[in-house]
Structure formats: C-alpha cells, structure tokens
C-alpha cells in the first residue's frame, strides 16, 4: 500500500484530522504543515500501528524536519505492533548516528496508537464492486454491555440489501477482524458513509423481501443526518471530465474486465440474446461489411435497451462509487475515467455511449466468439509409401 492510500486510510479512523489529511494529497511536508503539533503524533503513531511500511516511510521523511523530529518523539513504543517499533526505532538511531539534536516535542499527549476501543470502534470499510455489483461493509460501534457490535451487510444498487447481520465482539477481536480487512483490500470509510450505503441500497429493494436484522435496526440508522456517499467524496476530489479520452479509457476498462461486467437481470438480457443469435444464424447471404453494420445496430439497440431510465441511473452510481475505489488505491486517471463514465450515462442516450456499448459486447462475448470460425483444418499428410 502506498503513502498516499495509508493516508487516506488514516483520514478515515481519524476524522479530526481528516481535513488537514486529505488536502494534503500525501506530500509528507504539506501534511507535516497542515497539522497541529499532537495531530501529527496520532497520524504518524497511527501510521505505524496499522500501516507499518508506510508509517515508516512518512517518519523518514518528517526526520528531516524539527517539527517531523518532535512528532517522533511523541509517538510511544509501548502499544505499536512489533514492526511499527522496529521502524520508529530505526529512524531515530539514524537520527542519533548524524548527530542530529532532536528538540523536545511540543506539549501534547504522547500517543502511541489510537485510543483502543473509541477509534477502532468508529471504523467502518466496504468492498470495491465485485463483477456483479455487489459489496460488502462492516462498521464497529460499542455495545452497551462492553466490547464492540460489529454491522456486516451485503448489498447492490440495482437490487438492494442482501444480507444484514450484528454481531458482538471482544476488543481483541475488533483488532484482529480490522487488520484482516486491510489486509484484503477493504477500504476505510466514515461509520455514517457505511450507513448512507445502506440506506441508498435499501432504496432499490423493490419486492424482494428486507433482511430480518435490517428490519430491527434501520430506524436508529435513519436518525442522523444523511452522509455523503463515496462516489459523490470522488466526484467533489477530481471533478467531472466528460472528455472524449477518458470516455473512452472508460470503455477499455469494462472490455479489459478491470470494471464490471455487471450483468443485468435474465428477464433483460434474454431477449437481447435472442434477436442477436436469430440475426446471426440468418440464412440470407450478406457481406462481412453488411453483417457488421447489423451487428452494430443490435449492439446500439441492446444498449438503449438495457440502459434505458433507473438502469442508467445505477450504472452511472456504480462508476461513482468504482471512481472512489480507484482514486482511494491511487489510480487517479482510472478514477477520473470512471467519473467521466458516470457523467456519460447521466448526460446521452445510451446507444450513443461507448461504454454502454462496451458493456453489452461484454456480455455477448460468448455469442461472439460462437460464431467465429475456428482454423482451417490442415491438409492430410500424403503417405510415406505408394503402391506401384
């Protein structure tokens, strides 16, 4: 993981520093600028709690400064895992070999990880999009009786929530199921964020009966104040390209299958397969030319078709949300193609949209490719020995 993601990770456990975090793009002297002297001990102490490599690397570069040399000194070793010591430990004995004269720290509290059970039980973190839409989250808060309640839910914009479960936890346990999720690329999220997912899911249930424990707990989750959603944190970051380029880099990123396919429902794309399948078995003879020409026609109308009014709607919210997840790994040009994509199918019709296109040609790449004819036979070898 890089600096800027663990940043942006630790902008998510630290809302207080949040805003003095993100702005700073993560450029460590910029960040070292924007925060107050004990804010710069509880992001670097952070760092190297749950991101060691990159709590590491932000200690070597504020090493360089004084004011990088009084948050050193502020951070504790006691609490930190056994590679975050080894880190602080190793940028300090370089600083003592140069004979560098470390200041003393400004008056905050030394920290030498997040207060264990308030900041760990704010956190929340959700899934990138897997290829049918759906996502999963988590987010922590305390339970009354002690220990944490831990909030697990599976859910889709286009049909809504899943599966939503509670479950006690120990601290320790809060601790160990967080760094797994890091582990496995689940990204950091505000609780509220989490909540403001759900909320949007549950929007799109339609028929489909509610999850049991959602139907326990979603009026406490309707009582505050709606977040903003991850996508919309994207959008407001990058701004919005509706370039031809990044349109484009769009439709590359649904054929390369880096995002999507996102299927629709059988009832959608059933119909689709068969007027493409009966143009393509068609006894009449045509030209290569002529057959590709009604090949695109069937590839616009299909896409009109399976985009057409809340459909568009979803996809443009998914290329959102994926525009977070990309710009959250650092893939900036990734993310703004996504934005563009949202923007796309929010602003033209969908048989006019490369990406709509490139969805369906996704989909119907097994029919496709059906119809290719496969290598000539080769020609019979002509026997070794011929009769006179």
Same mark, same amino acid.
């Given at each position: ?177 967080? !760094?797994?999720? +890091? ?8 609780? $509220?964020? @989490? =909540? %403001?997912? #759900?909320?949007? *899911? &549950? ?116 290329? !959102?949300?994926? +525009? ?8 900036? $040009?990734? @993310? =703004? %193609?996504? #934005?563009?994509? *949202? &923007? ?45």
């Amino acid at each position: 993981m890089t600096l800027p993601q663990a940043l942006e990770a630790a902008a998510g456990a630290l809302p207080g520093e949040a805003d003095a975090i993100r702005p700073a793009n993560g450029d460590p002297q910029r960040l070292l600028g924007a925060l107050a002297p004990e804010g710069r001990v509880r992001v670097l102490a952070w760092l190297l709690a749950h991101r060691a490599e990159a709590g590491g690397e932000l200690a070597e570069a504020w090493s360089e400064d004084p004011a990088g040399q009084a948050a050193l000194l502020g951070v504790g070793e006691d609490g930190l895992p056994r590679e975050g010591r080894k880190r602080l430990r190793r940028v300090l004995h370089r600083l003592r070999s140069r004979g560098v004269a470390t200041p003393v720290p400004a008056p905050a509290p030394t920290v030498a990880r997040l207060p264990e059970l308030e900041d760990e039980l704010a956190g929340a973190w959700v899934t990138p999009l897997d290829p049918m839409g759906a996502r999963q989250l988590w987010w922590l808060d305390a339970h009354p009786s002690g220990g944490a309640r831990l909030f697990e839910a599976v859910f889709d914009a286009a049909r809504g929530l899943g599966a939503f479960e509670v479950y006690s936890a120990s601290r320790s346990e809060v601790r160990r199921f967080a !760094r797994r999720l +890091a582990e496995k690329g689940a990204l950091a999220i505000e609780p $509220a964020t @989490a =909540r %403001a997912l #759900l909320r949007h *899911a &549950a929007k799109r249930q339609g028929e489909r009966p509610e999850p049991k424990r959602w139907i326990e707990w979603r009026a406490r989750l309707g009582e505050e104040a709606e977040a903003e959603l991850p996508g919309a944190l994207a959008e407001r970051t990058l701004g919005v390209s509706q370039g031809r380029e990044d349109v484009e880099r769009a439709a590359r990123l649904v054929a390369d299958g880096v995002v999507g396919p996102w299927p629709p429902a059988r009832e959608v794309i059933a119909p689709i397969v068969e007027r493409l399948r009966t143009a393509l078995e068609s006894p009449l003879v045509v030209s290569g030319a002529a057959k590709r020409e009604q090949v695109a026609g069937q590839i616009e109308e299909a896409a009109a078709e399976a985009f057409a009014g809340e459909a568009g709607e979803i996809a443009a919210h998914r290329f !959102r949300e994926t +525009a977070f997840v990309l710009w959250r790994q650092g893939d900036e $040009a990734g @993310a =703004r %193609a996504c #934005l563009a994509a *949202a &923007a796309a199918f929010a602003a033209r019709p969908p048989g006019e949209n490369p990406v709509a296109r490139a969805f369906v040609e996704r989909w119907l790449a097994p029919l496709f490719a059906a119809e290719e004819p496969g290598p000539a036979p080769a020609p019979p070898e002509p026997p070794l020995l011929v009769r006179p």
